[in-house]
């Protein structure tokens, strides 16, 4: 069944119809994965989501190339969810850097529409396999070496973090994640400590992926062969489903953080995310 009316509501109309058991399942057990380990390991859930995303629309015979471009937005589109209660968590223990949310996010805007309205339309998704699993590929070997950079300078200026803003809103807008890989690692270079980096990314995450679900709805209304339930180039079960789990398990691996070995468990974690670039990789060179 494929909604073309062009209200929200009428697509959420198709939403009800798509979600047999078995898709439930998929990605109930997606969204209970993604938010404990977002929770536990402090990443955000878009390294696991694409590429699982991918393979589910895949076997609904959703075209490969569609396929990856509708997983990487809906990704996206959750963190809308997922940011505001790790904010929100954050800001209570007063460990959010606001002022450096307020200089960043007009870049992360701007960058965030650049790449969501402007390449990530024009670029096949094929392509953008292949740039999620070389991000993801490096952002594995950072959790692997647990490698954190030496503080040696201060945030620079206005100029200077609009264009850094600018940076992390494009790159997050085509891999389909927060940027925490890219502004965690950014902040603590400027001497920010690694606690307001983490609870400051988490902030900047909410204009990151509103700006890039903007671009992702509008870009995709055009765009031909989207299945049932689609908003643009987000897939709206998946969204609701994977929204409402992930929210629930984050606190849980959050507390879970607290007991386990988190080093090591980051070390498997990384693994585990070269497999899915492998994936990811392998999708893009067959395309």
Not at 204 to 222: H, M, R
Request: hydrophobic share 55%; aromatic share 8%; with cysteine.
């Amino acid at each position: 069944m494929h909604c073309t009316g062009p209200l929200l509501f009428f697509k959420a109309r198709c939403v009800t119809s798509l979600l047999d058991p078995v898709l439930i399942a998929e990605l109930v057990a997606l969204g209970l994965g993604t938010g404990f380990l977002a929770g536990l390991l402090g990443i955000g859930g878009g390294m696991l989501m694409v590429p699982f995303i991918t393979i589910i629309m895949g076997h609904r015979g959703v075209a490969s190339d569609l396929a990856v471009k509708m997983a990487i937005a809906t990704s996206m589109a959750t963190i809308i969810f997922t940011s505001v209660s790790s904010v929100r968590a954050h800001h209570k223990r007063g460990a959010v850097r606001w002022d450096i949310v307020r200089r960043l996010a007009p870049g992360i805007v701007i960058g965030s529409l650049l790449g969501s309205l402007g390449v990530f339309a024009l670029l096949k998704g094929t392509v953008l396999a292949i740039v999620f699993a070389l991000f993801v590929g490096f952002s594995a070997t950072q959790m692997f070496l647990d490698r954190k950079p030496k503080p040696t300078r201060q945030m620079p200026g206005t100029a200077g973090q609009l264009s850094a803003g600018g940076a992390i809103g494009f790159i997050s807008g085509l891999v389909g994640a927060g940027g925490g890989f890219v502004s965690v690692p950014f902040m603590t270079w400027c001497n920010i400590s690694i606690h307001n980096a983490v609870a400051t990314s988490a902030a900047l995450g909410f204009p990151i992926a509103v700006a890039n679900v903007l671009g992702y709805v509008v870009s995709g209304q055009s765009v031909q062969g989207l299945p049932g339930g689609s908003f643009g180039y987000i897939w709206l079960p998946a969204l609701a489903v994977i929204a409402v789990c992930s929210v629930l398990t984050a606190p849980l691996g959050a507390k879970a953080a607290h007991n386990l070995p988190v080093k090591k468990l980051k070390r498997v974690f990384a693994s585990i995310l070269y497999l899915l670039a492998a994936y990811m990789l392998w999708k893009g060179l067959q395309g």
